[in-house]
């Protein structure tokens, strides 16, 4: 398995998505990485989140991610393109 490199700032946080053939790493710089763990080469780079991203998981068929940030936020990303799918923030009525 190769290492998760890039800006992380500090790992806060990471996932093995239901195949075990990728892995995402969120860190406290608001970064978000998803990596092939056989090459180690990134698959998809999602936007950044604005605060520390503290929690991450996969969809049951792969094919999305969730992520949560320190400013409540939580979005769902395509796990292939990066592209974000929804987003929500938990401090809005």
């Known amino acids: 398995m190769g290492t998760l490199a890039g ?12 195949s075990g053939r990728r892995v ?5 710089d608001g970064a978000i990485q998803i990596v092939d763990v056989d090459s180690g080469q990134r698959v998809a780079t999602p936007a950044v989140h604005e605060s520390n991203v503290h929690a ?14 320190e400013r ?9 393109s990066g592209e974000e799918i929804a987003s929500s923030d938990a401090n809005q009525s």
């Open 7 to 18: 800006t992380f700032g500090s790992m806060m946080g990471c996932a093995f998505d239901p």
């Open 24 to 28: 995402v790493g969120v860190g406290s």
């Open 56 to 69: 991450c998981a996969w969809s049951p068929d792969g094919s999305r991610i969730a992520t949560g940030c």
């Open 72 to 80: 409540g936020t939580l979005n769902t990303w395509s796990a292939e």
